[in-house]
């Protein structure tokens, strides 16, 4: 059973140019979280995904930012105009259900604007 | 809000020792989930071990196992035996488990544990 994985694995941006982050949850899996995980700190949320619905967006800037998660195919993260502060690791987390299910976490985006 | 706090930026042990990383918490809910995940250099997010708030006994996990003080909100890591692999970050997290909580996952700054052979 593959694990969450997430595409591309690194990813370089200039300044103004878009990021488009990749996400597939584990088979059988219909959640997903996005995480962001700047250099020395913790991982902090923010958004919550179910099929075609986002559940929780409280942690997402409130501009340039999106995500979505359609009936088929990946989740996909989307940062327009990228700035150098959105350099930083993005980690995707999926689970089988909604509260008591772990989050299982893929490998993470290394995004570096220059 | 629920905060997880973690006072130990760094910890060092032997080989072969035992080593014990600290967490605390803040919330007013009764009913959540607390967790240990571990990240190597590699950077991936690895499950160490889960606590159900409503279970009395400490989770267990092979070398891993928790001291889990519901009323002092403390929920620490024990690493018995400790191995070259088992150096890493090393981030607690607390997850609400009331019905229409929210979903996400609050984490601690992180420790990070060096393994000295």
């Known amino acids: 059973n593959a694990g969450v994985m997430q595409n591309p694995r690194h990813l370089v941006r200039r300044r103004g140019q878009e990021a488009r982050l990749r996400c597939s949850p584990m088979?059988?899996?219909?959640?997903v979280y996005w995480y962001r995980q700047l250099p020395e700190e913790g991982l902090k949320f923010m958004v919550y995904?179910?099929?075609?619905?986002?559940?929780?967006e409280s942690g997402m800037p409130k501009e340039r930012f999106s995500a979505e998660f359609p009936k088929e195919g990946p989740s996909i993260l989307r940062i327009q105009q990228v700035v150098r502060g959105d350099s930083a690791a993005y980690f995707c987390?999926?689970?089988?259900?909604?509260?008591?299910?772990?989050?299982?976490f893929g490998p993470g985006t290394r995004l570096l604007v220059l | 809000a629920q905060t997880v706090t973690q006072s130990q930026p760094e910890m060092s042990v032997q080989e072969a020792e035992t080593v014990t990383l600290s967490c605390t918490y803040d919330t007013s809910e009764s009913d959540y989930y607390l967790f240990w995940y571990k990240q190597p250099p590699s950077r991936q997010m690895i499950l160490v071990i889960r606590?159900?708030?409503?279970?009395?006994q400490n989770a267990t996990e092979n070398r891993f196992s928790v001291n889990f003080q519901k009323a002092a909100k403390s929920f620490s890591l024990k690493i018995s035996d400790s191995q070259l692999g088992d150096a890493a970050m090393y981030f607690c997290a607390y997850r609400s488990g009331t019905q229409g909580g929210s979903e996400k996952l609050v984490f601690g700054k992180g420790t990070k544990l060096t393994v000295n052979p």
């Open positions: 606590q159900e708030a409503y279970k009395q």
């Open positions: 088979k059988g899996h219909s959640h």
């Open positions: 995904l179910q099929k075609e619905n986002i559940i929780d």
């Open positions: 987390a999926s689970s089988p259900g909604a509260t008591q299910e772990t989050q299982y």
